[in-house]
């Protein structure tokens, strides 16, 4: 069954130090993805993509935070110069163009900044 | 803005018993609902998906409602089994002017165990 997978399922980083986490969503999908759930709190939207760029982004999502398709199958999230706050786990998700809207999330990439 | 509400924030029963566990939404204008199970430390597993025009789904020992009116749905789980041990989320997609995405916002979900 296809899957979103991601990569690092965990990253230890120092605070400022930029942190790249890599997805690649479901080969036929066309939306995708991030989230990001903090320990013991709600999952939390923060940016949509398509068609090679953000169609929608949270508050959260401030310019420390980049994202980008550099291929046809990969997506990735940059956190430019990590903080504390941005220690949680960070998910992927994606959806094709037609059909019902579901979402398809990965595994997630847990953030541990130090 | 929307919120989206989980009760009872955990639950623990012996093995076999069905169960009911709510999610409210406080904006009824949705797309659609997904029901999501997430184990510890690990992703989320889409389990069902209701569209705005849908009063249930069903996928298995799984049952889903939805009455969007009331900004309420419930997952209904029969003959509960240790595997079933998990987390529970709701998420709904709320309809938005100007975005065709369409984020979705989570409860805080329902920590289910299942003893045997």
């Known amino acids: 069954e296809p899957e979103v997978t991601q990569t690092p399922s965990h990253q230890v980083t120092q605070m400022g130090q930029e942190v790249i986490l890599r997805c690649v969503p479901i080969?036929?999908?066309?939306?995708f993805y991030w989230y990001r759930q903090i320990l013991g709190q709600k999952v939390e939207f923060l940016v949509s993509?398509?068609?090679?760029?953000?169609s929608e982004k949270s508050e959260i999502f401030d310019d420390q935070f980049s994202v980008e398709r550099p291929d046809g199958s990969n997506f990735t999230l940059k956190i430019r110069s990590t903080k504390l706050e941005d220690s949680a786990m960070y998910f992927c998700?994606?959806?094709?163009?037609w059909g019902t809207g579901e979402l398809f999330f990965g595994e997630g990439s847990r953030l541990t900044v130090l | 803005k929307q919120e989206v509400t989980q009760i009872p924030a955990a639950l623990s029963v012996p093995e076999g018993e069905n169960l009911v566990l709510n999610c409210s939404f406080t904006?009824?204008?949705?797309?659609?609902l997904q029901w999501f199970r997430q184990d510890p430390g690990k992703g989320l597993t889409s389990l069902l998906l209701?569209?705005?025009?849908?009063r249930e789904q069903t996928s298995g020992r799984l049952n889903a409602s939805l009455d969007k009116s009331s900004g309420r749905s419930t997952l209904y789980i029969a003959a509960s089994q240790p595997g079933d041990s998990a987390t529970y989320l709701c998420?709904?997609?709320?309809?938005?002017?100007?975005?065709?995405?369409?984020?979705?916002?989570f409860g805080r979900g329902t920590q289910l165990t299942v003893w045997p």
């Open positions: 998700a994606s959806r094709d163009l």
């Open positions: 080969s036929n999908h066309l939306y």
């Open positions: 904006d009824s204008a949705i797309y659609n």
């Open positions: 993509f398509y068609n090679n760029e953000i």
């Open positions: 998420a709904v997609r709320p309809i938005t002017r100007g975005s065709t995405l369409g984020r979705l916002y």
């Open positions: 209701i569209q705005s025009s849908q």
